[in-house]
């Protein structure tokens, strides 16, 4: 039973980072483009790229970067969560053969 919760637990735990990590990647990265976007000169390069950035995310959004940042967030956390099962299930294979 242990076991299952130490699983359980470590998946839920797994899965909310890899929402997380990408969400902060992006918003990082265009805070970044914001404070940078300050420097003279560099105001129409930031604008540039926040802008493809925001265009990529809509893609994946249907035309909403929120959205589109979402369905990478739960993607992410899906393959975080079937690489957190394989790491256990090799984790209790060996424990086994040992």
Do not use: H, K
Request: hydrophobic residues 55%; positive net charge; aromatic residues 14%.
């Amino acid at each position: 039973m242990t076991f299952l919760l130490n699983f359980l637990r470590s998946l839920v735990v797994t899965v909310i980072f890899s929402f997380v990590a990408p969400i902060f990647l992006v918003g990082g990265i265009l805070l970044l483009l914001a404070v940078i976007g300050y420097l003279p000169g560099l105001q129409t390069i930031t604008e540039a790229s926040a802008a493809g950035i925001l265009n990529f995310l809509a893609i994946f959004g249907n035309g909403t970067p929120l959205r589109g940042l979402v369905i990478i967030g739960l993607t992410w956390s899906f393959v975080g969560a079937l690489f957190d099962s394989y790491a256990y299930y090799r984790c209790q294979i060996l424990r086994i053969d040992s």
